[in-house]
């Protein structure tokens, strides 16, 4: 089964750090990160941009509507997500607490949801293509 994991983060506190700051939360993130990544259960993980260079489409007048910015005004964001292949939730969380975003809160606070995939359809077409073509 897979599951998808938010990470969220709170961008007022990334915003207040120092340079300093930043250096020691990467280096507190790397033996978190080089785990998650060993795990077999991992099968995509992506860091996104911040959420003021988010474009937001909803529903409008006969067309959607198209702004900037974040989806939401919450004191935290997502600041990553990532997939995991597990038999169940419990064992999808034992991957996820892997992940540097479970031990950095003292830097950016948030922290990880994890959240069962009810339909999953995988695109191939882009390596379809690359067949075809090579």
Known sequence: MKFICFCYYEPKKF????QDDIEAMMRACKPHDEQLHADPGLEF???????????IIRPGEGAPTISRGAYTDGR?????????????????????????????GQYVGGGIEVRPCEQVGILKRKQESATRSG
């Not at 915003?15 to 120092?18: E, G, L, Q």
């Not at 935290?76 to 950095?104: M, N, R, S, W």
Request: proline residues 5%; negative net charge.
């Open 76 to 104: 935290e964001q997502i600041g990553a997500f990532f997939i995991v292949e597990a038999d169940d939730l419990e064992a999808a969380t034992a991957i996820a607490a892997k992940h540097p975003g479970g031990y950095v």
């Open 45 to 55: 993980v992506a860091s996104l941009a911040f959420p003021s260079e988010a474009a």
């Open 15 to 18: 915003d207040a750090m120092t």
